[in-house]
């Protein structure tokens, strides 16, 4: 088992940062990923980021967050972070961080095995 604790959120205006955390523990030697995503009232929950857990860091973002969402790890703390700069209105949701076991298809919200509980992010116009 993998457990993952978020945190980070909070309320912002729009153009201003914030930064999430998501620190894992137990069986972290098995994820070969971690991944966030969010979910908006109403809407279905949605790919972010995702970046590999160990070796090379690559990282793969949303359209809708490139140039201003950075997805950065730190494999001594265990924990996965995410930068997001220039936030606007629509990117107000629950945002989740999750562990995935498996390298592919790393957008896709049902292939990751651990989920974390979410932290809030409301950004005002």
């Known amino acids: 088992q993998v457990q993952l604790v978020e945190s980070g959120g909070g309320l912002v205006q729009a153009g201003g940062s914030l930064r999430l955390s998501c620190a894992a523990s137990?069986?972290?030697?098995?994820?070969?990923?971690m991944g966030w995503f969010r979910q908006a009232p109403g809407k279905e929950r949605e790919f972010v980021a995702a970046?590999?857990?160990?070796?090379?860091?690559?990282?793969y973002y949303a359209d809708s967050v490139k140039g201003r969402f950075t997805i950065s790890r730190d494999n001594a703390k265990n924990t996965v972070y995410l930068q997001m700069n220039s936030l606007k209105p629509e990117d107000t949701a629950v945002y989740y961080c999750?562990?995935?076991?498996?390298?592919?298809?790393?957008?896709?919200?049902?292939?990751?095995?651990?989920w974390g509980q979410g932290t809030h992010v409301t950004v005002s116009s």
């Open positions: 999750a562990a995935d076991s498996t390298p592919w298809n790393l957008a896709d919200k049902k292939k990751y095995d651990y």
């Open positions: 970046i590999k857990w160990s070796g090379v860091p690559t990282a």
């Open positions: 137990g069986r972290t030697f098995s994820i070969y990923a």
